[in-house]
Protein backbone atom coordinates (compact mmCIF):
# COMPACT_ATOMS: atom_id res chain seq x y z
CA UNK A 1 0.00 0.00 0.00
CA UNK A 2 2.62 2.43 0.69
CA UNK A 3 4.47 2.10 -2.71
CA UNK A 4 0.70 2.54 -4.90
CA UNK A 5 0.77 6.60 -2.90
CA UNK A 6 3.53 8.20 -5.16
CA UNK A 7 1.84 6.49 -7.87
CA UNK A 8 -1.82 7.83 -6.76
CA UNK A 9 0.09 11.76 -5.96
CA UNK A 10 1.61 11.73 -9.64
CA UNK A 11 -2.25 10.69 -11.22
CA UNK A 12 -3.87 13.30 -9.12
CA UNK A 13 -0.92 16.23 -10.11
CA UNK A 14 -1.32 14.79 -14.17
CA UNK A 15 -5.06 15.38 -14.08
CA UNK A 16 -5.17 18.77 -12.39
CA UNK A 17 -2.18 19.65 -14.82
CA UNK A 18 -4.44 18.15 -17.77
CA UNK A 19 -7.34 20.18 -16.16
CA UNK A 20 -5.36 23.47 -15.91
CA UNK A 21 -4.05 22.95 -19.55
CA UNK A 22 -7.88 22.49 -21.32
CA UNK A 23 -8.90 25.49 -19.29
CA UNK A 24 -6.09 28.39 -20.35
CA UNK A 25 -6.52 26.84 -23.97
CA UNK A 26 -10.33 27.72 -23.86
CA UNK A 27 -9.43 31.30 -22.47
CA UNK A 28 -6.89 32.13 -25.00
CA UNK A 29 -9.57 30.77 -27.56
CA UNK A 30 -11.92 33.54 -26.08
CA UNK A 31 -9.16 35.91 -26.02
CA UNK A 32 -8.59 36.08 -29.54
CA UNK A 33 -12.13 35.61 -30.36
CA UNK A 34 -12.88 38.97 -28.60
CA UNK A 35 -9.98 40.58 -30.21
CA UNK A 36 -10.99 39.63 -33.64
CA UNK A 37 -14.29 41.16 -33.14
CA UNK A 38 -13.47 44.41 -31.17
CA UNK A 39 -10.85 44.73 -34.69
CA UNK A 40 -13.48 44.28 -36.97
CA UNK A 41 -15.26 47.96 -36.23
CA UNK A 42 -12.54 50.89 -35.54
CA UNK A 43 -14.01 53.52 -33.26
CA UNK A 44 -13.57 57.17 -33.70
CA UNK A 45 -10.09 58.28 -32.95
CA UNK A 46 -8.52 54.14 -33.99
CA UNK A 47 -6.00 55.74 -36.39
CA UNK A 48 -8.24 55.38 -39.57
CA UNK A 49 -6.21 57.55 -42.46
CA UNK A 50 -7.56 60.81 -43.63
CA UNK A 51 -9.08 60.30 -46.93
CA UNK A 52 -8.23 63.45 -49.36
CA UNK A 53 -11.06 65.68 -51.01
CA UNK A 54 -11.69 68.52 -53.43
CA UNK A 55 -9.46 71.72 -52.52
CA UNK A 56 -7.55 69.70 -50.01
CA UNK A 57 -3.93 71.31 -50.63
CA UNK A 58 -0.61 68.81 -51.11
CA UNK A 59 2.95 69.77 -51.77
CA UNK A 60 4.54 67.75 -53.49
CA UNK A 61 8.50 67.17 -53.78
CA UNK A 62 11.00 64.83 -55.88
CA UNK A 63 14.61 64.96 -54.03
CA UNK A 64 17.14 66.78 -56.16
CA UNK A 65 14.48 68.06 -58.83
CA UNK A 66 13.02 71.64 -57.74
CA UNK A 67 11.42 71.59 -60.94
CA UNK A 68 9.34 68.75 -59.84
CA UNK A 69 8.96 70.49 -56.65
CA UNK A 70 4.99 72.21 -56.27
CA UNK A 71 2.03 72.49 -54.27
CA UNK A 72 -1.18 71.33 -56.08
CA UNK A 73 -5.27 71.89 -55.24
CA UNK A 74 -7.52 68.48 -55.54
CA UNK A 75 -9.97 69.61 -58.31
CA UNK A 76 -13.67 69.62 -57.85
CA UNK A 77 -13.16 66.04 -60.51
CA UNK A 78 -11.01 64.66 -57.72
CA UNK A 79 -8.03 64.68 -59.69
CA UNK A 80 -4.67 67.03 -59.71
CA UNK A 81 -2.02 67.05 -62.50
CA UNK A 82 1.81 66.94 -62.02
CA UNK A 83 5.15 67.15 -64.23
CA UNK A 84 5.50 64.48 -66.67
CA UNK A 85 2.78 62.44 -64.87
CA UNK A 86 -0.49 63.97 -65.77
CA UNK A 87 -3.67 63.71 -64.16
CA UNK A 88 -3.37 61.45 -60.79
CA UNK A 89 -6.33 60.89 -58.97
CA UNK A 90 -6.63 62.02 -55.43
CA UNK A 91 -9.82 62.44 -53.79
CA UNK A 92 -10.65 59.23 -52.06
CA UNK A 93 -7.03 57.82 -51.58
CA UNK A 94 -4.52 58.70 -48.36
CA UNK A 95 -1.70 60.87 -49.08
CA UNK A 96 0.50 57.92 -49.12
CA UNK A 97 -1.38 56.25 -52.04
CA UNK A 98 -1.03 59.46 -53.93
CA UNK A 99 2.81 59.32 -53.30
CA UNK A 100 3.17 55.86 -54.08
CA UNK A 101 1.29 56.14 -57.68
CA UNK A 102 2.95 59.18 -58.41
CA UNK A 103 6.51 57.45 -57.44
CA UNK A 104 5.29 54.80 -59.81
CA UNK A 105 5.15 56.95 -62.76
CA UNK A 106 7.44 58.88 -62.34
CA UNK A 107 10.07 55.50 -62.49
CA UNK A 108 9.52 55.75 -66.25
CA UNK A 109 11.59 58.80 -66.12
CA UNK A 110 13.69 59.18 -63.23
CA UNK A 111 15.39 56.12 -61.51
CA UNK A 112 14.49 55.52 -58.11
CA UNK A 113 12.60 58.77 -57.36
CA UNK A 114 12.32 59.76 -54.00
CA UNK A 115 8.82 61.36 -53.96
CA UNK A 116 7.37 63.20 -50.89
CA UNK A 117 3.79 64.44 -50.44
CA UNK A 118 2.04 66.44 -47.98
CA UNK A 119 -1.62 67.47 -47.11
CA UNK A 120 -0.65 71.41 -46.22
CA UNK A 121 -4.07 72.68 -46.30
CA UNK A 122 -7.18 70.40 -45.32
CA UNK A 123 -10.28 72.42 -46.67
CA UNK A 124 -12.41 69.62 -47.75
CA UNK A 125 -13.78 68.54 -44.32
CA UNK A 126 -16.76 70.62 -44.49
CA UNK A 127 -20.18 70.21 -42.39
CA UNK A 128 -23.26 72.56 -42.25
CA UNK A 129 -25.32 72.80 -39.11
CA UNK A 130 -28.92 74.79 -39.76
CA UNK A 131 -32.08 75.51 -38.05
CA UNK A 132 -32.40 76.17 -34.36
CA UNK A 133 -28.69 76.78 -33.34
CA UNK A 134 -27.05 79.93 -32.25
CA UNK A 135 -24.68 79.99 -35.11
CA UNK A 136 -25.57 77.88 -38.17
CA UNK A 137 -23.53 77.99 -41.26
CA UNK A 138 -20.84 75.90 -42.68
CA UNK A 139 -17.58 74.79 -40.66
CA UNK A 140 -14.71 73.93 -42.04
CA UNK A 141 -12.85 71.68 -39.73
CA UNK A 142 -9.23 69.51 -40.40
CA UNK A 143 -10.44 66.39 -38.26
CA UNK A 144 -13.65 63.83 -38.11
CA UNK A 145 -16.20 65.05 -35.56
CA UNK A 146 -19.46 64.34 -34.20
CA UNK A 147 -22.74 65.00 -33.77
CA UNK A 148 -22.34 66.81 -30.46
CA UNK A 149 -18.77 68.57 -31.35
CA UNK A 150 -20.96 69.81 -34.05
CA UNK A 151 -23.55 71.01 -32.64
CA UNK A 152 -20.94 72.99 -29.61
CA UNK A 153 -19.83 74.88 -32.84
CA UNK A 154 -22.65 75.98 -33.87
CA UNK A 155 -23.39 77.33 -30.69
CA UNK A 156 -25.39 74.95 -28.88
CA UNK A 157 -29.40 74.63 -29.60
CA UNK A 158 -31.55 77.85 -28.99
CA UNK A 159 -34.66 77.22 -26.25
CA UNK A 160 -37.35 76.90 -29.05
CA UNK A 161 -35.07 73.50 -30.91
CA UNK A 162 -37.01 70.43 -31.15
CA UNK A 163 -33.98 68.71 -29.72
CA UNK A 164 -35.65 65.10 -30.27
CA UNK A 165 -36.20 65.59 -33.89
CA UNK A 166 -32.36 66.35 -35.28
CA UNK A 167 -31.73 64.92 -38.25
CA UNK A 168 -28.65 64.10 -40.20
CA UNK A 169 -28.58 64.58 -44.04
CA UNK A 170 -26.59 62.88 -46.04
CA UNK A 171 -25.59 62.34 -49.37
CA UNK A 172 -24.17 58.79 -51.06
CA UNK A 173 -23.58 58.14 -54.86
CA UNK A 174 -26.56 61.13 -55.06
CA UNK A 175 -29.18 59.67 -53.03
CA UNK A 176 -30.13 61.37 -49.72
CA UNK A 177 -30.19 59.59 -46.21
CA UNK A 178 -31.71 60.86 -43.25
CA UNK A 179 -30.24 60.02 -39.90
CA UNK A 180 -31.89 60.84 -36.90
CA UNK A 181 -29.79 62.04 -33.76
CA UNK A 182 -31.58 60.99 -29.93
CA UNK A 183 -29.47 64.54 -28.47
CA UNK A 184 -32.13 64.19 -25.19
CA UNK A 185 -30.17 60.52 -24.87
CA UNK A 186 -26.80 61.82 -25.90
CA UNK A 187 -27.08 64.60 -23.78
CA UNK A 188 -27.97 62.68 -20.57
CA UNK A 189 -25.05 60.24 -21.75
CA UNK A 190 -27.25 57.51 -22.64
CA UNK A 191 -27.48 56.10 -26.47
CA UNK A 192 -23.49 57.58 -27.00
CA UNK A 193 -23.35 54.79 -30.15
CA UNK A 194 -25.93 57.13 -31.82
CA UNK A 195 -23.03 60.28 -31.50
CA UNK A 196 -22.30 59.70 -34.98
CA UNK A 197 -19.25 60.71 -36.93
CA UNK A 198 -20.12 62.99 -39.34
CA UNK A 199 -18.85 62.85 -43.32
CA UNK A 200 -17.60 65.64 -45.19
CA UNK A 201 -20.97 67.70 -46.50
CA UNK A 202 -23.22 66.30 -43.78
CA UNK A 203 -26.01 69.01 -42.45
CA UNK A 204 -26.99 68.61 -39.67
CA UNK A 205 -30.81 69.91 -39.38
CA UNK A 206 -32.15 71.14 -36.09
CA UNK A 207 -36.11 72.27 -36.38
Not at 66 to 89: A, C, M, N, W
Not at 105 to 128: C, E, G
Request: glycine share 10%; charged share 20%; aromatic share 6%.
Amino acid sequence: MGKMMPLFHVMRMLSRAILGGLLLWLGGCSVLESSSKSGATPGPGSGVEYLLGAEDVLAIAVWKDEHLTKEVVVRPDGFISFPLVGEVQAAGRTVEEVRADIAKRLAKYIPNPNVSVAATKVLSYRIYVLGRVNKPGEFMIGHTTDVLQALSLAGGLTPFASENDIRIIRRIHGEQQVIPVPYGDLKRGKSLERNALLQRGDVVMVP
